[in-house]
């Protein structure tokens, strides 16, 4: 390997799998290959939905030693969750897992303290059950000393250091996103004690370096630094979304649809709160404006219903299906929880006197019409609320697999679609350790590495923009 190439590791933990990717950086080249994958399965025991933690713990492990000598390692995961530790820094118990049923009935609670318009203008947070903020005032903290985050807690037992990736923080909930850092005056009306947070990093900080225990176990020489990096996925996702210039949307795809803008400022008044619009932190001072959408989880619970059927052969077979035969709210609320995907779904078009879908091929077209109709209404409310206009639809992630799903969302926005990269997480995070030391010179220019080393495809809108508004107004009961 040329002297000017050098390796990052990027654990990359996702609600379903986790895995640790190679990105080899050089000058005018950037290589991504898979060194390990591994399951996330959350277990429920009789206190609730737990993440086995320890699990994916010894999963990073493996993957250190399958990825071989790396110059720096980086850490992302989902939001929200988290670990609590004691007085000598060990762990209270399997971190709680954000589809738990703990937090029903919280946020009223929160509201009677905070009202709703007051919580959000101070934090800019969209309302979801399972904020962070929810889950601490439910929570048992008797006994806890420090909080981590679920990449901050892995990068702990890496380096023992402790720390709070800023992009994840800006999920609990009790971040303000104009001063970029804790509100205290929230904290302190609900009862949350900021001081179980270690001190906050920014991506690209040092997190550590690699524990002596740690580099003989996955065979690593040190010294091996930690990078914190875009911890929360989204965060290095978007990092990792090709565009050029500032008129361009973003789906992150995968288990849950993240579209939205990339800002330079929150978007914090009450027409915004009302829509569901979340502003969470991303790199170099810009803001995630964006709607959580249910997401391909709609699709991957049927598809564990049926009993794992070819998507080679599901997805053909869907798209031969009439289109916009009935289609689901795909951000509802009922859609949550595990279990019985296809049953809800047909409940959910019989409630609202549309046909209702038998088939596996009808159900999922049914997902992937919503799914597309979603990321319409959401790219649409986006640029009305922010006054921004965009051009084009980046779609990033795994739904960048699905030409079907990138196609309707073409169709559904109006606008073109451009899909790619698949592995959109890992890639920002790779990017963030190479521009911390030195390989790539700021976001724009990752961005351009990352469109002329990765591969992308370009869906025009087909078809009458005319039938996604009546599906639109059908859903909204118009």
Same mark, same amino acid.
């Given at each position: 390997?040329?002297?000017?190439?050098?390796?990052?590791?990027?654990?990359?933990?996702?609600?379903?799998?986790?895995?640790?990717?190679?990105?080899?950086?050089?000058?005018?080249?950037?290589?991504?290959?898979?060194?390990?994958?591994?399951?996330?399965?959350?277990?429920?025991?009789?206190?609730?939905?737990?993440?086995?933690?320890?699990?994916?713990?010894?999963?990073?492990?493996?993957?250190?030693?399958?990825?071989?000598?790396?110059?720096?390692?980086?850490?992302?995961?989902?939001?929200?969750?988290?670990?609590?530790?004691?007085?000598?820094?060990?762990?209270?118990?399997?971190?709680?897992?954000?589809?738990?049923?703990?937090?029903?009935?919280?946020?009223?609670?929160?509201?009677?303290?905070?009202?709703?318009?007051?919580?959000?203008?101070?934090?800019?947070?969209?309302?979801?059950?399972?904020?962070?903020?929810?889950?601490?005032?439910?929570?048992?903290?008797?006994?806890?000393?420090?909080?981590?985050?679920?990449?901050?807690?892995?990068?702990?037992?890496?380096?023992?250091?402790?720390?709070?990736?800023?992009?994840?923080? &800006?999920?609990?909930?009790?971040?303000?996103?104009?001063?970029?850092?804790? &509100?205290?005056?929230?904290?302190?009306?609900?009862?949350?004690?900021?001081?179980?947070?270690?001190?906050?990093?920014?991506?690209?900080?040092?997190?550590?370096?690699?524990?002596?225990?740690?580099?003989?176990?996955?065979?690593?020489?040190?010294?091996?630094?930690?990078?914190?990096?875009?911890?929360?996925?989204?965060?290095?996702?978007?990092?990792?979304?090709?565009?050029?210039?500032?008129?361009?949307?973003?789906?992150?795809?995968?288990?849950?649809?993240?579209?939205?803008?990339?800002?330079?400022?929150?978007?914090?008044?009450?027409?915004?709160?009302?829509?569901?619009?979340?502003?969470?932190?991303?790199?170099?001072?810009?803001?995630?404006?964006?709607?959580?959408?249910?997401?391909?989880?709609?699709?991957?619970?049927?598809?564990?219903?049926?009993?794992?059927?070819?998507?080679?052969?599901?997805?053909?077979?869907?798209?031969?299906?009439?289109?916009?035969?009935?289609?689901?709210?795909?951000?509802?609320?009922?859609?949550?929880?595990?279990?019985?995907?296809?049953?809800?779904?047909?409940?959910?078009?019989?409630?609202?006197?549309?046909?209702?879908?038998?088939?596996?091929?009808?159900?999922?077209?049914?997902?992937?019409?919503?799914?597309?109709?979603?990321?319409?209404?959401?790219?649409?409310?986006?640029?009305?609320?922010?006054?921004?206009?965009?051009?084009?639809?980046?779609?990033?992630?795994?739904?960048?697999?699905?030409?079907?799903?990138?196609?309707?969302?073409?169709?559904?926005?109006?606008?073109?679609?451009?899909?790619?990269?698949?592995?959109?997480?890992?890639?920002?995070?790779?990017?963030?350790?190479?521009?911390?030391?030195?390989?790539?010179?700021?976001?724009?220019?990752?961005?351009?590495?990352?469109?002329?080393?990765?591969?992308?495809?370009?869906?025009?809108?087909?078809?009458?923009?005319?039938?996604?508004?009546?599906?639109?107004?059908?859903?909204?009961?118009?």
């Amino acid at each position: 390997m040329s002297a000017s190439v050098k390796s990052y590791a990027a654990v990359d933990l996702g609600a379903s799998s986790g895995r640790v990717m190679v990105g080899r950086v050089g000058p005018d080249s950037l290589e991504l290959s898979e060194a390990h994958r591994f399951v996330n399965r959350p277990v429920r025991v009789p206190e609730g939905l737990r993440w086995d933690i320890l699990s994916l713990y010894g999963g990073v492990l493996d993957g250190l030693r399958a990825a071989g000598q790396v110059d720096s390692v980086g850490i992302d995961s989902w939001a929200v969750d988290y670990g609590l530790l004691d007085a000598d820094g060990a762990l209270l118990g399997n971190p709680v897992h954000y589809r738990d049923s703990r937090t029903e009935g919280v946020a009223q609670k929160v509201w009677a303290t905070v009202p709703a318009p007051e919580l959000y203008a101070a934090t800019g947070l969209q309302y979801a059950p399972f904020n962070t903020l929810y889950q601490l005032v439910a929570d048992r903290l008797s006994g806890a000393q420090r909080l981590l985050l679920i990449p901050d807690l892995l990068t702990y037992w890496l380096t023992g250091e402790q720390g709070t990736e800023l992009t994840n923080a &800006s999920t609990t909930q009790l971040i303000d996103p104009r001063t970029r850092a804790w &509100s205290y005056d929230i904290a302190e009306r609900v009862g949350i004690d900021l001081e179980l947070f270690a001190p906050l990093r920014q991506p690209g900080d040092p997190a550590g370096l690699l524990r002596p225990e740690v580099l003989e176990e996955t065979g690593l020489r040190g010294p091996v630094p930690v990078t914190a990096v875009g911890s929360h996925d989204t965060a290095s996702a978007v990092a990792a979304v090709p565009a050029s210039g500032e008129r361009f949307a973003y789906i992150c795809t995968g288990t849950w649809s993240l579209a939205g803008l990339e800002l330079d400022a929150p978007v914090l008044t009450e027409e915004s709160r009302a829509a569901n619009f979340t502003n969470e932190l991303g790199l170099d001072g810009t803001v995630r404006y964006l709607r959580n959408i249910m997401g391909l989880w709609l699709l991957q619970e049927c598809v564990r219903a049926w009993g794992d059927p070819d998507l080679g052969e599901l997805l053909p077979a869907a798209a031969k299906v009439p289109a916009l035969r009935s289609v689901v709210d795909a951000g509802d609320a009922m859609f949550l929880a595990p279990g019985r995907m296809p049953e809800r779904i047909a409940e959910a078009c019989r409630a609202s006197g549309q046909p209702v879908p038998v088939s596996p091929a009808e159900v999922t077209r049914c997902i992937l019409d919503s799914l597309a109709l979603a990321h319409r209404k959401a790219v649409d409310d986006a640029q009305r609320l922010a006054g921004h206009p965009v051009d084009v639809v980046h779609v990033v992630g795994g739904g960048t697999r699905n030409a079907l799903l990138c196609q309707l969302t073409a169709d559904a926005c109006g606008l073109p679609v451009v899909a790619g990269p698949t592995e959109a997480a890992a890639l920002g995070n790779v990017l963030v350790q190479a521009r911390a030391h030195g390989l790539v010179s700021d976001l724009a220019g990752g961005r351009e590495l990352l469109t002329r080393t990765q591969p992308l495809t370009r869906y025009e809108p087909q078809g009458d923009s005319a039938r996604w508004r009546e599906a639109q107004a059908r859903l909204a009961g118009d």
